[in-house]
């Protein structure tokens, strides 16, 4: 039984281990004309649950494995009385292997197969088994003016396996790629289905994993978890003597002129994300509307690093950055924190300023980078980062030490230690200033309470994109304050205050 887009597997593979794994599969006894028999069988079962009126098909396939499936496809389609026709973008007669039995098949069953043209229609739903999981350069002809044929075509849209043109390991758009409706994807879970370009171009995802036993799976080392609500960290319950000492003091720096509400937004997260204590160092204008918006915060006005020192001594945990600017005042109050001996958040212009080479990275930190700051940290483009993202949150963990959250869709957690967790869910209306600066107040108010780096930044990034998609759910004018109760009650759900 094919597994839903709610029960997705939480390890994550790149295509090669995929492809490993396939070959065992084989190697264990399943003949592989069965494993394509069984992808086709779980992507025509997903394809009428998704569209139940449908009664037209048009196949576009290539000339790999991928195009076997679709073959078989079609054949399952024209035995349930729909109208069938393959467009064979890939000449037939290069099909190999269990592809060109699949081929024989489909044609023997009365299946219709036609060369794809640049005029041809298309009709019905579309399958596109064009381009499967090994293709790793930009796509090329006749196959870019296929996919562009399409998405342009305005009908409902399935991919077998992945979309053709999405990089498997990345998530990248190599060019051109199908923007599916439904993608059905078989044995492991590619990490480039869940971040990058993905999320334009997967639509609905199922995942079959055509019965592989765990066994299979023994001594293949995963590439990344996938963040669910069955996996994640969760803060223990509180004992009925708890009292706000057990539960760390944060201490928020930031807010130069001009910017003072990033900062007021980390902090009342901060509060609401559980924190024992609170506090707050910003310019004294800002102090007024501490007080107002966050009054349980002790707001101290802050002019010059000197007046941090004696604070620095009393809190456990800082979150550095939301609202800082690079100018001196900012600078000041960076370097101070720097040189604290305290578990670290580090965000926004604190990253710029350590990409710049002004301080050095303490140990212990979160450091929160959107793909823009990433670049910098690393000294290479935004693009490069968004091409590799799984490599580039790797890299920064490794330089700097530090546990990475790099942000964006599918946004990944990296450890030094070389583990990589993977959070996909989100919504698009979050494309909007100030999240960022609420998932630092988070992450810290997660570390002040006793989780470690990792553990806390997974659990935020979680409870941060849910509340995002809860918050979606309503549209366009998303603020970022809409997630501070959303994520309050999210938390709760995980991990209850008392039990």
């Given at each position: 039984m094919p597994q839903t887009k709610d029960e997705l597997p939480d390890a994550l593979y790149r295509a090669a281990q995929v492809r490993e794994l396939d070959a065992r599969l084989i190697a264990a006894g399943t003949p592989g004309f069965e494993l394509m028999q069984r992808a086709a069988r779980?992507?025509?079962?997903?394809?009428?649950?998704?569209?139940?009126?449908?009664?037209?098909?048009?196949?576009?396939?290539?000339?790999?494995?991928?195009?076997?499936?679709?073959?078989?496809?079609?054949?399952?389609?024209?035995?349930?009385?729909?109208?069938?026709r393959v467009l064979a973008v890939g000449d037939p007669q290069r099909l190999q292997g269990d592809?060109?039995?699949?081929?024989?098949?489909?044609?023997?069953?009365?299946?219709?197969?036609q060369g794809w043209q640049a005029q041809s229609e298309l009709h019905g739903v579309v399958l596109d088994a064009l381009l499967g999981t090994g293709l790793s350069g930009e796509v090329r002809e006749p196959y870019a003016s296929a996919i562009k044929a399409i998405n342009a075509c305005g009908l409902p849209v399935a991919a077998v396996d992945i979309p053709s043109g999405l990089c498997a390991d990345t998530g990248r758009e190599l060019g051109v790629a199908v923007r599916a409706d439904l993608t059905v994807t078989f044995i492991g879970m590619k990490v480039g289905l869940l971040t990058g370009d993905a999320a334009d171009h997967i639509g609905e995802l199922v995942f079959n994993d055509l019965q592989a036993t765990d066994e299979i799976f023994s001594d293949i080392p995963?590439?990344?978890?996938?963040?669910?609500?069955?996996?994640?960290?969760a803060l223990a319950p509180r004992a009925a003597t708890s009292h706000k000492g057990r539960f760390g003091h944060v201490l928020l720096i930031g807010g130069d002129h001009g910017f003072g509400g990033a900062i007021l937004l980390s902090t009342e997260m901060a509060l609401r994300g559980g924190a024992g204590m609170v506090s707050l160092a910003t310019r004294p204008e800002h102090v007024p509307a501490a007080l107002t918006r966050v009054p349980e915060a002790m707001a101290l006005g802050t002019s010059s690093a000197n007046q941090l020192m004696g604070l620095l001594e009393k809190v456990s945990v800082l979150v550095v950055g939301p609202g800082l600017g690079q100018a001196s005042w900012g600078r000041a109050l960076l370097s101070a924190a720097a040189n604290a001996t305290l578990?670290?958040?580090?965000?926004?212009?604190?990253?710029?300023?350590?990409?710049?080479?002004?301080?050095?990275?303490?140990?212990?930190?979160?450091?929160?980078?959107?793909?823009?700051?990433?670049?910098?940290?690393?000294?290479?483009?935004?693009?490069?980062v968004q091409a590799d993202r799984p490599a580039a949150a790797l890299a920064l963990s490794k330089k700097y030490s530090a546990v990475v959250v790099l942000k964006g869709a599918g946004s990944l957690i990296a450890h030094p230690d070389g583990r990589l967790a993977l959070c996909h869910q989100g919504h698009p209306a979050?494309?909007?200033?100030?999240?960022?600066?609420?998932?630092?107040?988070?992450?810290?108010?997660?570390?002040?309470?006793?989780?470690?780096?990792?553990?806390?930044?997974c659990l935020a990034v979680w409870l941060h994109a849910n509340a995002g998609m809860q918050q979606g759910k309503f549209g366009r004018g998303l603020a970022a304050s809409d997630l501070i109760p959303a994520i309050r009650q999210l938390l709760e759900e995980q991990a209850p205050c008392l039990k």
């Open positions: 779980a992507t025509w079962r997903a394809l009428v649950r998704k569209w139940p009126a449908a009664n037209e098909l048009t196949v576009l396939a290539g000339h790999g494995n991928n195009a076997g499936d679709g073959y078989l496809v079609a054949g399952l389609a024209l035995r349930a009385g729909w109208m069938v592809a060109a039995l699949a081929h024989v098949e489909s044609v023997a069953a009365g299946v219709v197969v995963v590439c990344a978890q996938r963040l669910s609500a069955a996996n994640l960290p578990p670290q958040v580090w965000d926004a212009d604190a990253l710029n300023l350590l990409a710049s080479g002004f301080v050095q990275l303490p140990k212990d930190c979160v450091i929160t980078p959107h793909p823009g700051e990433a670049a910098r940290l690393l000294g290479v483009s935004t693009t490069e979050m494309a909007t200033g100030g999240l960022g600066d609420v998932l630092a107040g988070l992450a810290g108010a997660l570390l002040a309470q006793g989780m470690d780096a990792f553990d806390a930044a």
